[in-house]
């Protein structure tokens, strides 16, 4: 049954004029000058991709010390290990970091904790097992590196330096109150200026080898540079997946990594993936790392754990490459068929709960037999539908005692904040929290859901309650409306070659339509043909347009006022302007 979605209110963007004639005046297609000068975006500045604006690696805290310990390790040929994480940025950090130091010399491994018996990033279970393996085959490691966690591993970093251990910790995560004993490459450092705050996991490790190749080059001139420049295609993908904001730094990352992975100057893994996925790696934009590669390497940690992700993103084999994707592919297959049904319970539950409580500005969902692996993607889901940040809770794999969370946010609400609060409202409430901006994850005793709910509430409240993200709750923003010549390919193309995502949403549009024909695809999706009205209840004129409608209604009306995005088809192998429903604006039916 289709949820109905609470009313919703839409504006359009202002645009900034100044700007606007500016990007005119620089060469700027109007459509797309209209759009930046939207987002305050100048294009001979900010839209410049080259890596040398990118701010520089001495700037962050403690990246010189690291990249000479990094060096020593190389000249002595000491085992390092990278730690990673199972999600899609700390993947992509893993086979970044691993395959860029093996460039340089380094003897490098990697380990990934199991999300479902050690959880996240560095821990004393980790390191104890680390140690086990490793002393049984004479190759334990001096020095540990974290990519994508480690920030708040304190006691973590305290065993391993009582086991004779060094640790780098690079992390994109807000610190604690401690940081750990060691040294810690993060921008959130108190102490540290580097401007470039935003940074993911990934674009860390890429720093790091940029750091070390630096100091490589200074000291051996003899030698020949190792190329990393291909491993910017992680960079680009583990950046997009982590949903951090996309700044003018973290597009530069983006572009240059589609730049790359369209000459097919990209790991061979990767690759292989958008092989498996059914897209074209020649044609790659950014929505391709979002909504087709990175899920499948988020499923191998989802279902069962990362390594197979990170193994298939190092392969240099072609054979083993593409034997890995398809399992990659199957995998996430089977998450699409767990997620399907665990978020239609999520839905239901939650439409109950705003029908008692209309007025609530959160979601807190659980269900004994979700999987913990899909919360994030069920928290996800409800966030996208009504506009407020959710948590959704499964029970733990390892200790049914025990629940695991994960929330995803709207623009403005901090979850890491909220969750740091709730923690300092009720002590010990949290077994464990971290996380950023838009997505944070917590574990907590299955009692105490409830107390939960009650001190996550109270901090929203006391940090947002007068703020415009709460106030802007339900709210779609547009680019208005668009004219019939801008309803063109050439307009869709313009759009997609820019990088768009969290912090510099992609162009959303407005128009009256009529329905000329409708035909129900798979899983609930609409494919329409549209004809454009100048205003409602006037008959339509010029080239009918295609649509695509994901999670339609099952009737749908002959007169549509929707709110859409301009995108590309290629699926008979050449592009074709397709427009992608979001909303329909007269109905109030938000998808």
């Known amino acids: 049954m289709e949820i109905q979605a609470e009313p919703m209110k839409h504006q359009e963007r202002q645009q900034n004029q ?10 700027c297609p109007e459509l797309l000058a209209n759009c930046l000068a939207r987002r305050s975006i100048h294009c001979a500045e900010d839209q410049a991709i080259q890596l040398s604006r990118l701010p520089p690696a001495r700037g962050l805290k403690d990246m010189e010390a690291a990249s000479q310990r990094v060096l020593l390790a190389i000249d002595r040929a000491e085992p390092i290990v990278v730690v990673g994480d199972y999600d899609a940025d700390g993947a992509t950090a893993t086979a970044t970091l691993v395959l860029g130091l093996r460039r340089m010399g380094a003897v490098c491994h990697f380990v990934v904790p199991d999300r479902f018996r050690l959880g996240y990033g560095l821990s004393r279970a980790l390191i104890e097992e680390l140690l086990t393996q490793t002393r049984k085959t004479n190759t334990q490691p001096r020095l540990i590196i974290t990519v994508d966690n480690g920030i708040n591993a304190v006691e973590a970093v305290a065993y391993a330096k009582s086991e004779g251990l060094e640790v780098i910790v690079t992390d994109h995560h807000l610190p604690g109150a401690q940081l750990p004993d060691c040294l810690v490459v993060d921008p959130h450092r108190e102490d540290c200026s580097f401007p470039f705050k935003t940074i993911a996991g990934v674009g860390l490790a890429f720093y790091l080898l940029i750091a070390v190749r630096t100091l490589l080059i200074k000291t051996k001139p003899e030698a020949q540079p190792a190329r990393i420049d291909d491993l910017l295609a992680l960079v680009a993908m583990g950046t997009v997946a982590d949903l951090v904001r996309l700044c003018a730094d973290n597009r530069r990352l983006v572009q240059q990594g589609l730049v790359r992975l369209r000459q097919g100057i990209a790991p061979l893994g ?14 790659a934009v950014a929505n391709d790392f979002g909504f087709a590669i990175a899920p ?32 990659l592919r199957e995998l996430n297959q089977a998450r699409k068929r767990i997620q399907q049904e665990q978020s239609e319970q999520a839905l239901a539950m939650a439409q109950l709960m705003l029908n008692k409580a209309p007025e609530s500005n959160l ?36 200790n049914p005692d025990l629940l695991k969370g994960s929330g995803r946010s709207v623009g403005g609400i901090h979850l890491r904040d909220c969750l740091a609060r709730v923690d300092s409202l009720e002590p010990g409430l949290l077994d464990r929290f971290g996380g950023h901006a ?29 703020s415009e993200a709460l106030l802007a709750k339900g709210c779609l923003l547009t680019d208005g409306e668009l004219r019939a010549d801008q309803l063109c390919l050439e307009s869709a193309l313009a759009l997609e070659d820019q990088v768009w995502g969290q912090g510099f949403e992609p162009p959303l549009f407005e128009n009256h339509f009529q329905v000329l024909h409708q035909r129900p695809l798979k899983e609930r999706h609409q494919r329409l043909r549209l004809g454009l009205l100048k205003k409602t209840g006037e008959p339509w004129a010029g080239e009918p347009l295609e649509a695509i409608w994901f999670n339609a209604p099952p009737a749908v009306e002959t007169m549509l006022h929707l709110a859409y995005r301009l995108g590309v088809n290629r699926f008979r192998g050449w592009p074709e302007l397709q427009l992608e429903v979001v909303a329909d604006l007269r109905n109030e039916q938000l998808q």
């Open 18 to 27: 100044e700007l606007f004639t500016s990007l005119l005046a620089s060469g």
């Open 270 to 283: 990767l690759l292989a993936m958008f092989e498996a996925a059914g897209r074209d790696a020649s044609q």
């Open 296 to 327: 499948m390497l988020n499923a191998a940690g989802r279902l069962t754990e990362m390594s197979l992700g990170i193994y298939c993103l190092m392969e240099a084999d072609p054979a083993r490459a593409k034997t890995m994707a398809e399992e």
């Open 363 to 398: 979601l807190v969902v659980s269900h004994a037999d979700w999987h913990e692996g899909i919360v994030g993607l069920i928290a996800s889901r409800l966030k996208e539908r009504w506009g407020v940040p959710v948590f959704a809770f499964a029970p733990s794999r390892e």
């Open 438 to 466: 838009m997505a944070a994850g917590l574990t907590l005793e299955r009692n105490r859901l409830e107390a939960f709910n009650q001190r996550l509430t109270q901090a929203v409240k006391g940090l947002y309650e007068n």
